[in-house]
């Protein structure tokens, strides 16, 4: 059951202070304010997506005509805990949008077997810009979420938690950087309450290899992606 918490209603009485003639107000008006809001959550991260040096950890891999230099994932575990029961989304906000469509794809993983390549702009977020150019992209998917140390089913919604659809395919789990998709946990469609909410996330990412390839001084990227919470 849903707990919520409820601001202290506030009354104004408003009223002339003329004298009681003919011509005095015979109507008052009562100001009523207030508000419910959920329990208060709060959200962390358990490190960062720290690639290392390119020249070691890089391999170029041709994947769907799409020429880059994968850098594989990591992983990235994040806590939600809440002081009561309470029903929500996680969505994305990246720091840089892609400037134009991407040339080449990401690879999404749920292991190094499982893979797809990515190359909606919507899903895919900027890993900076060198000579005004996109040096490169990187995706971020939600992989697995367990709800009171219970695992959970995932899903998602494009209409702001109108309908849901359940995550089936591989690419389901990306994570769209412009904050437009939520994704949640629960049962089939039906997103669940829960007081403490952990999960996987997985950060891949790929460089454009004219970075690589024409590259005479190092070039470093420090960018990243803001995971905020939508009450439901």
């Avoid at 695992?151 to 769209?176: I, P, Q």
């Amino acid at each position: 059951m849903k707990v919520f918490k409820m601001t202290v209603l506030s009354f104004a009485l408003v009223a002339s202070a003329g004298s009681l003639s003919a011509m005095a107000a015979e109507t008052a008006q009562i100001t009523v304010k207030g508000a419910v809001i959920p329990a208060a959550c709060s959200i962390s991260v358990d490190g960062s997506a720290d690639f290392g040096n390119l020249a070691d950890s890089a391999q170029p891999r041709q994947a769907k005509n799409h020429m880059a230099y994968h850098l594989g994932y990591k992983l990235i575990s994040f806590n939600i805990q809440c002081d009561s029961t309470v029903k929500a989304a996680l969505y994305a906000q990246a720091d840089n949008l892609p400037t134009a469509q991407s040339p080449f794809g990401v690879t999404n993983y749920i292991s190094e077997i499982k893979k797809t390549i990515r190359t909606d702009n919507g899903q895919i977020a900027s890993l900076g810009l060198l000579d005004d150019q996109d040096m490169g992209y990187f995706i971020t998917m939600l992989a697995s979420a367990t709800l009171d140390g219970e695992s959970a089913e995932l899903m998602f919604s494009k209409d702001n938690g109108v309908h849901w659809n359940a995550v089936t395919e591989l690419d389901d789990h990306v994570l769209y950087q412009d904050g437009s998709v939520l994704h949640s946990w629960g049962s089939g469609i039906t997103p669940q309450e829960a007081t403490n909410i952990s999960g996987v996330i997985k950060i891949s990412a790929a460089i454009d290899p004219k970075v690589v390839d024409e590259l005479k001084d190092a070039v470093n990227f420090n960018t990243g992606t803001t995971l905020s919470l939508q009450y439901l």
